[in-house]
């Protein structure tokens, strides 16, 4: 049987914060530790190989009962991993702070258990950890029952404790609640960066329209108002509403940071929605606030909040995304190109933990990025990454655009040999959709007449044609979605007057101005 490589992973997975906190707690122990030798040499193994472990230790006795030797490692890291979180998370201090009132009240040390208990709620309640809460609950029953029983005074009744019961069973009602209409946003989030049917935008007015989003006075805690604010601003991304969505968000961000507890509680929602402001600004042109924004995104890397791998990673995406979609917005693509260095060491890093939504939204703008600059080769690799990806149901519509812009590659490579089959099975592909747009036929339509013709002039006549009948489309607010994953007009700007992309952006932002 192949060794499990979960040791290996979980080394592979530690921080330097935490690779420093289990060596310290590693040192209390007196003696010699194989575990610490296992671990050190493991550490330096780009992947798990055990013959090269065995190798390594073949004159060490420990080696002879090597499985046991890394079943003691791996209950060391976990150990110290939940050490770790205890100094750096609310919610794990307060669990161990439950299981040591249950300690102290075994003891028959009821004062003790009082005083622990008193503390722990009042910051069980400032952080909103409801189901923590009801734990306390059941703890206090029966500690009032021992006070009443050797006669201390309390004004703590059961009939109290019940009340209190209820009330937070109703706010665990509602944020539930308010996170399933989340989870429904999440789900088509995945799929579509901004809705592009009818259909889409009926699912979501549906969800819009659920009672409890409606009247703001109804919400019975912070995180359910929190919640409330990711739904509308996800559902206003979604529908491209960017007034609306930043209203959101930047109301979440200002509710967060007038109460800190709930940053460290729902870290994530503070992260993502720093990413949506910073899309805002891209599109309102506000680029000194959306760099500022990017800055304070990436300074939350040395915030002890956000030192696990998930936040960590939400972190570089949410950056290092907008940061070269920002750059791209202006048509700076050789200032994008200079962040392209960043993101592939944090791919190499991060590749296998990102979520594949996420993936595709990175290859996407890399792809975009090394197209403004011509560096068409480049580009091909990272829309070759996207078209190729096996991802069934998540982000359709960054695939089926990459494969129109994966014409445009081969059409600025002069691949004319390869553009005519490529052309034939992007055709065939399109024409097997059940839902393809009017966009997607025009650009096949037209980029055939480009694709095959050999005379400059005739074209250039295709290009202006090709806009023209473009702009018609483009009324359509679901068709001029497209526009968010490539800018169709520059690239048809440039071949028409015979510029650059990040020129043809350029001009085109000044135009608008």
Do not use: C
Not at 107 to 117: F, I, P, W
Not at 120 to 131: D, G, R, S
Not at 160 to 184: A, C, D, G, N
Not at 367 to 375: R, S
Request: net charge neutral; glycine share 2%.
């Amino acid at each position: 049987m192949k060794p499990s490589n979960l040791l290996f992973d979980i080394i592979k997975s530690l921080n330097s914060e935490e690779i420093k906190f289990f060596r310290k707690v590693s040192s209390l122990q007196q003696g010699e530790k194989n575990y610490i030798k296992l671990f050190n040499f493991i550490s330096t193994l780009p992947e798990y190989d055990e013959e090269l472990v065995k190798d390594e230790f073949k004159n060490e006795t420990f080696i002879k009962h090597l499985p046991s030797e890394k079943n003691q490692l791996l209950h060391h890291i976990l150990k110290s991993l939940r050490h770790f979180r205890i100094e750096n998370s609310k919610t794990a201090e307060i669990n161990e702070q439950i299981k040591n009132i249950q300690i102290l009240f075994n003891k028959s040390l009821y004062k003790q258990a009082r005083k622990v208990l008193n503390d722990v709620k009042e910051q069980a309640y400032k952080h909103e950890l409801f189901y923590y809460i009801l734990e306390i609950i059941d703890l206090e029953k029966v500690v009032i029952d021992m006070e009443a029983h050797f006669g201390q005074i309390t004004n703590v009744t059961i009939e109290k404790l019940v009340e209190e019961e209820i009330t937070i069973y109703q706010k665990i009602e509602q944020l539930t609640h308010f996170e399933k209409l989340l989870s429904r946003l999440n789900q088509l989030s995945a799929k579509l960066l901004f809705v592009r049917t009818k259909s889409d935008v009926e699912e979501i007015e549906k969800i819009l329209a659920d009672k409890s989003l409606q009247d703001k006075t109804i919400i019975n805690s912070k995180k359910s108002f929190i919640t409330l604010l990711h739904i509308k601003g996800l559902a206003a991304r979604l529908l491209n509403q960017p007034d609306e969505m930043f209203d959101s968000f930047q109301g979440l961000i200002f509710a967060m940071e007038n109460e800190p507890s709930l940053i460290s509680e729902l870290p994530k929602s503070y992260i993502v929605a720093h990413g949506y402001t910073i899309r805002y600004y891209a599109i309102k042109r506000l680029y000194t606030d959306g760099f500022k924004t990017i800055d304070k995104l990436k300074a939350l890397w040395l915030d002890p909040k956000f030192k696990s791998i998930d936040l960590q990673i939400a972190i570089f995406s949410n950056s290092y995304i907008n940061e070269m979609l920002l750059y791209a917005y202006i048509g700076q693509h050789d200032k994008a190109k200079n962040v392209i260095p960043a993101v592939i060491k944090g791919l190499e890093k991060y590749e296998t933990k990102i979520n594949e939504e996420e993936l595709l939204r990175i290859y996407q703008i890399i792809t975009m990025v090394y197209f403004g600059v011509g560096e068409y080769s480049k580009a091909l690799h990272w829309v070759n990454k996207i078209i190729n990806s096996n991802y069934a149901e998540l982000r359709q519509d960054i695939i089926r655009i990459s494969k129109l812009i994966n014409l445009i590659i081969h059409f600025e490579l002069g691949n004319e040999d390869l553009l005519p089959y490529i052309y034939k099975s992007t055709a065939r592909f399109v024409s097997s959709l059940d839902n393809k747009y009017k966009f997607e036929v025009l650009f096949l339509e037209h980029f055939k007449k480009i694709a095959l013709s050999k005379r400059e002039g005739k074209q250039s006549a295709s290009f202006v044609k090709f806009k023209e009948e473009m702009q018609e489309v483009f009324k359509d607010r679901y068709e001029k979605n497209a526009l968010e994953y490539f800018n169709f007009y520059a690239w048809l700007d440039s071949k028409i007057h015979s510029i650059s992309f990040s020129d043809a952006i350029k001009i085109r932002k000044q135009n608008m101005a």
